[in-house]
């Protein structure tokens, strides 16, 4: 396929496959060409970088998450339903976690979805400022909560690849994991759960527990803020 059949949107589309398939250290011109069918030098023409096809993948895919109308809900259901989202696209791409500690991750996707948590905030009473810090925190807590499931991800793509019984690699450190936090009392008592016995996992609904934390911490904020200006 020559350097005119390509578009970008193309190569975008290829390199977000490729890169769920085979992660951050997968990605590189050539596997993306010969999943194309093309030359490594006509997606050149349309890419400059890799560094660029991570910006630009990373970017598409803030679209799979669908933008809440604050002005039709309140703002607590508005604020659930941006971070779950967010974290179900996550979930489905673990590569854009690592990206976010090793690229520069700018792009109209992302933009959008960064000014609507701000009118999100601002919407429940925040001041732009806290607006700004209350953003911020839910989407720390929400890559925080995706770390976990691309932790594993990566681990056992790192396992297969070097030729190793990757399930019995795990078995094993989880059985050295399971020793040591025997000898620990709380974690002692919960070995038998699923968060004990499966790498990076957690309880269940630990993220839904959690986002309704702080937005309850966000309320009573809200509460207190309120009452101190009636004074």
Known sequence: MGRDTLTADRIIRAAVELLDDEGLDGLNMRSLAKRLGSAATAVYWHIKTKDDLVRLASDAIWHEVELPDPDATDWRTAATAHASGMHAMLTRHPWLVQAFGSHFLYGPGQARHSDLSLSIYEKAGFTAADADRAAATVLTFVLGSALGPAAQVSLNRRLNKDGADAEQLMA????????????????????????????????DNTFTFGLQSILDGFEAHLTADRASRRE
Do not use: K, S
Request: aromatic share 6%.
């Open 172 to 203: 094993d450190a989880m059985t050295h994991a399971q020793e040591t936090a025997g000898q620990f009392p709380r974690l002692r008592e919960r070995l038998g759960t699923t968060a004990a016995t499966e790498y990076a996992a957690a309880p």
